[in-house]
């Protein structure tokens, strides 16, 4: 198994209703140990920078907007199959199709405010981590406890 570094968001949404705690509380118990964190308050243009790979698509301008409405956490996490895991537990981007028990399920409201972001591939999660912590060493997992 290997040891993945992934991109994590928790969204304005979550932020705004009080869930940051929430949702950390459920990384951190599948084993998935924060390395970095940043709040942040987006703007616009950052949002599209981020999220540039959806330009075009009719939910881009309504994505940024929400993104760059209000304050949200970003975190580098890392841990065996991070990626896959961090994607189990977010559950479908859509609310109403997401397992029980994920955090979609539990926090998100909509197909768009949907209280998380998680990288979806080895070479996103690259882009993302430096988009957000550009040239920051970031602390070796085996010094956390979920390590
Ligand atoms: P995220 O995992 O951050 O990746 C892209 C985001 O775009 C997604 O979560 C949703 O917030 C949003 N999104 C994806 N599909 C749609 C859609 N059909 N309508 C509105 N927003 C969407």
């Known amino acids: 198994m290997a040891i993945e570094r992934t991109l994590t968001i928790i969204k304005p949404d979550a932020v705004a209703t009080g869930h940051v705690g929430d949702v950390i509380k459920i990384l951190e118990s599948?084993?998935?140990?924060?390395?970095?964190?940043?709040?942040?308050?987006?703007?616009?243009?950052?949002?599209?920078?981020?999220?540039?790979?959806?330009?075009?698509?009719?939910?881009?301008?309504?994505?940024?907007?929400?993104?760059?409405?209000?304050?949200?956490?970003?975190?580098?996490?890392?841990?065996?199959?991070?990626?896959?895991?961090?994607?189990?537990?977010?559950?479908?981007?859509?609310?109403?199709?997401?397992?029980p028990g994920t955090i979609r399920k539990l926090y998100a409201s909509s197909i768009e405010r949907n209280a998380i972001h998680g990288s979806d591939a080895p070479e996103t999660a690259a882009f993302e981590i430096s988009y957000f912590f550009p040239g920051i060493e970031l602390i070796p997992v085996s010094s956390l406890p979920c390590g």
């Open 30 to 99: 599948n084993k998935l140990a924060i390395v970095a964190a940043r709040m942040v308050y987006l703007s616009k243009q950052q949002a599209e920078g981020f999220y540039a790979v959806h330009r075009g698509k009719p939910f881009f301008e309504s994505l940024t907007k929400f993104m760059s409405s209000g304050p949200a956490l970003v975190m580098v996490l890392e841990g065996e199959n991070a990626i896959a895991r961090l994607r189990e537990i977010m559950g479908a981007t859509n609310p109403a199709n997401a397992a």
